[in-house]
């Protein structure tokens, strides 16, 4: 069986385990388990060897189905439009990398995004493929990711987010909020709502928390410390839009704006600044700075 993941032209494999099901054909199966994925799309992967067995063999379209095999499917988007940004890499060594992502760039392959993904860069021109991101980070989000490079310790560094050992502080830029009093707490219950990719407030218990606080005020707009304790999608985003301080050029909140293309000169301004943490395999303090910065300019035509 193949340990390390399977590559074609510089882009890593997607796994799934055939769940149990009525299908005939590994064809069928997958059709099923995708359905936003046409059947011809699939067979004409199946026909140019982009559909893989756990040893890295083509599997055949008309292949028994049988629950609980291992496939290994290449996602493909036409034409994927390049991203004019670059990473940058802070930190590497046999267990750790820390990159600095830009705006706009995705950590991981999602919807168009397969090559212009901040894993497949950093697996294809580092030659590392056994990369695996140990947190995320929103596409709009720049700043610090971090990775697990060794498998055999990626279990002891995933605990960090898992139970919350790990410091870390984001900054934002976002409208002033001259009557609330600073530190603050939000906590709240989080929920997906409409449509499927925006989170929302519910009544309930909290399932949230961020810290806040304000690190600059400029006029009417200031930059702010944000620390998320835990680690719900957008949650940064929405705490501050409940606030009443959506986040600057944010489409998501407290409204969605529909866009057919990125803004490039508008990005979001919400950075991941920092991460602190205690190193689960030596002991010692380490602690990790983005080199990026959100220009602090007056509130003009922002979203």
């Known amino acids: 069986m193949n340990s390390h993941p399977l590559f074609i032209d510089g882009v890593a494999a997607s796994r799934l385990q055939l769940p149990a ?4 054909t590994v064809l069928q199966a997958l059709c099923a388990h995708f359905p936003a994925v046409d059947a011809a799309t699939w067979s004409a992967r199946f026909a140019r060897g982009r559909v893989l067995d756990a040893a890295g063999r083509p599997i055949a379209a008309d292949a028994a189905y049988r629950v609980g095999m291992a496939v290994h499917y290449f ?5 994927e439009a390049a991203i004019p940004f670059a990473e940058r890499v802070l930190h590497i060594d046999a267990d750790l990398l820390v990159a600095d992502k830009p705006h706009f760039l ?3 392959p999602a919807g168009a995004f397969v090559r212009e993904t901040l894993l497949a860069r950093l697996q294809q021109s580092l030659g590392l493929p056994d990369l695996v991101p140990l947190h995320r980070i929103d596409r709009g989000t720049a700043g610090l990711v971090m990775f697990s490079v060794n498998p055999a310790t990626r279990n002891h560094y995933q605990a960090l987010f898992r139970e919350q050992r790990i410091l870390k502080r984001y900054e934002a830029l976002a409208a002033a909020l001259p009557d609330r009093e600073f530190p603050c707490v939000r906590r709240s219950r ?9 989170m929302q407030e519910i009544a309930g218990p909290p399932n949230s928390e961020s810290r806040i606080d304000v690190l600059e005020r400029a006029g009417d707009v200031w930059r702010y410390a944000l620390e998320p304790v835990t680690g719900k999608k957008h949650q940064l985003r929405v705490h501050m839009a409940a606030l009443g301080a959506a986040i600057l050029n944010d489409r998501f909140y407290p409204a969605l704006h529909e866009e057919v293309a990125d803004d490039y000169g508008r990005p979001l301004k919400l950075l991941a600044r920092s991460l602190r943490f205690v190193d689960p395999l030596t002991g010692e303090m380490r602690q990790f700075e983005s080199g990026r910065r959100l220009a602090l300019v007056p509130h003009r035509n922002s979203l």
């Open 190 to 198: 989080l929920q997906a709502g409409e449509p499927f990719f925006r």
């Open 75 to 79: 996602r493909e988007v036409v034409q």
């Open 21 to 24: 099901g009525p299908w005939a």
């Open 106 to 108: 995705p950590v991981m």
